[in-house]
């Protein structure tokens, strides 16, 4: 069984947003314009993305959901990940579940 996984990457152009389940990849871009940027960056900051750290945890797992937001717009340049064997710290759910509840939101509304 393949289990689902999310991608939703930013660079200075555009986003681009991917998602794989059951085999099929589905795929969705958006330009960003000026407005848009300064807006995520805004959010971001917000909710202290950058101080968000992930922990590997002992084990190997195969196969499980991941979802991964990658952000390459200066001054930013992380990627914040979560799956089976990726957790993160108790202090940093609240913003991370945040971050990425803006992001997913702002990806539905503009994604093609």
Same mark, same amino acid.
């Given at each position: 069984m393949r289990y689902p996984s999310t991608k939703i990457e930013f660079n200075s152009k555009e986003f681009v947003y991917t998602e794989m389940e059951n085999g099929k990849k589905f795929i969705k871009k958006y330009n960003?314009?000026? !407005?848009?940027?300064? /807006?995520?960056?805004?959010?971001? =900051? !917000?909710?202290?993305? /950058?101080?968000?750290?992930?922990? =590997?945890?002992?084990?190997?797992?195969?196969?499980?959901e991941t979802t991964e937001i990658c952000f390459h717009i200066k001054p930013a340049d992380y990627c914040l990940s979560t799956g089976a064997t990726i957790e993160k710290k108790e202090k940093y759910l609240k913003d991370f579940g945040n971050a990425c509840k803006y992001l997913f939101d702002f990806v539905k509304k503009n994604a093609k």
């Open positions: 960003l314009t000026v !407005k848009d940027k300064q /807006e995520i960056l805004a959010q971001l =900051k !917000k909710f202290n993305v /950058e101080t968000i750290n992930s922990e =590997k945890t002992k084990g190997i797992t195969y196969d499980k």
